[in-house]
Structures are given as structure tokens and as C-alpha cells.
Antibody
């Protein structure tokens, strides 16, 4: 069974940093590209970042480029999102999702709240 | 960036109704479009990929179609468990934009 489990969310101050993790199991993690998608409270879905299976291709949304860094460790079946220079508008549930003609499997999400 | 305009933003319908949700792309994206269902407090669930392919395990009352830059999600006979939010997403080019969403409510 495919499972994606995010962790690392919580309450953070503007300008601060955090690292989200996503632990993958039930599939060959190293064979799949991955995405991070977020959803602000009461709002729609927003794609954040993509990393290809070998990390050779990485893309970001304009809203996070230069502040967030996506990475992965295929040996540990893990996906990461390093989030720096946090802003209030980064408050959202962050989902990791397996990339397949969109995203076919999603984690349950982890809530990041940025507030002073 | 490719924009996706989803309509309507909300609709009220009854069990058994046939409903359609539209998603228009600002430029050609071939068939690189997915549809998701999201219920409150849950992660999105993939329903349709490549514009018209039904994801494994999704009931056949869901279908997707497209013509040019116009995409449609159809639910042929609405069931109680289908009341949810629906989103389209394009994956033809970065950023992988989502539509604004459609809330399907009980009439």
C-alpha cells in the first residue's frame, strides 16, 4: 500500500525557517517524481514544487522560488521541503504527492502556521 | 504561466442529478489535465488523469472529456458521497497550476 506521511509542521514566526519531511513507503520511491502542494485555510490548492526521480529537474512556483528548497533522499525514501524567510501567507496545509499525470497519491498533510 | 479557469465556483444539486464542471486553459495543454475530489479535512483524491482516463478504483459515473483548451468533468448520477470540492490541474508546463475549485453542495 502506498503511503506518504508528512511531518515537521507547527507554529513559526515570520522570517523563520523549517524543514518539512515526507516519508514514503509501499512503492519504489526512487522511480517517481514528487510534488509539494499547499492549501491555505479555506482556500484552494496551490502547487509549490516538483523534483524528478533523480533530482535532475527541480521547479518552484513563483511565490516560493528563492525561499524554499525541495530535495529528496532516495536511499531513505524521503522527500523534504526546506522553507526559509517564512511569510504569514505561507500558512497552509502542506501535502507531498507522488507525481503521475498529476498526482496519484497524497499524504494527509502537515499544517504550517506562520504568525508573530 | 498557464491559467485554469474553473466554473462554476459552486453548484447545488440533488442525488441522481447529472452535473458538469468546466475547466478552461489559457493556452494549449494537450491532454495534460487531472481532476481531483477533496472532502473537508481530507487530502485530494485523483479522479481523472490525462483529461479522460479514469483512475483505478474511481466509480464509472465520473468521466472526463476535452476539446482544445476546454475540459469537462461529468458526474452522471450524483451520489451522496460525491458532495465535495473538485479541482482541475494542468501538468503540461510549470508551474503546475490548479483551477480555483468547484464546491458541489446538496440542494
Amino acid at each position: 500500500e502506498v503511503q506518504l506521511v508528512e511531518s515537521g509542521g507547527g507554529l513559526f514566526k515570520p522570517g523563520g525557517s523549517l524543514r518539512l519531511s515526507c516519508a514514503a513507503s509501499g512503492f519504489t520511491f526512487s522511480a517517481y517524481s514528487m510534488n509539494w502542494v499547499r492549501q491555505a485555510p479555506g482556500k484552494g490548492l496551490e502547487w509549490v514544487s516538483f523534483v524528478s526521480a533523480s533530482s535532475s529537474h527541480i521547479y518552484y512556483s513563483d511565490s516560493v522560488r528563492g525561499r524554499f528548497t525541495i530535495s529528496r533522499d532516495n536511499a531513505k525514501n524521503s522527500l523534504f521541503l526546506q522553507m526559509n524567510s517564512l511569510r504569514v501567507e505561507d500558512t497552509a496545509v502542506y501535502y507531498c504527492a507522488r507525481h503521475f499525470s498529476g498526482s496519484d497519491y497524497w499524504g494527509h498533510g502537515t499544517l504550517v502556521t506562520v504568525s508573530s | 504561466a498557464i491559467q485554469l479557469t474553473q466554473s462554476p465556483s459552486s453548484l447545488s444539486a440533488s442525488v441522481g442529478d447529472r452535473i458538469t464542471i468546466a475547466c478552461r486553459a489559457s493556452q494549449g495543454i494537450s491532454s495534460a489535465l487531472a481532476w481531483y475530489q477533496q472532502k473537508p479535512g481530507q487530502a485530494p483524491k485523483l479522479l481523472i488523469y490525462d483529461a479522460s482516463r479514469l483512475q483505478t478504483g474511481v466509480p464509472s459515473r465520473f468521466s472526463g472529456s476535452y476539446s482544445g483548451t476546454d475540459f469537462t468533468l461529468t458526474i452522471s448520477s450524483l451520489q451522496p458521497e460525491d458532495f465535495a470540492a473538485y479541482y482541475c490541474q494542468q501538468f503540461n508546463g510549470y508551474p503546475f497550476t490548479f483551477g480555483g475549485g468547484t464546491n458541489v453542495e446538496i440542494k
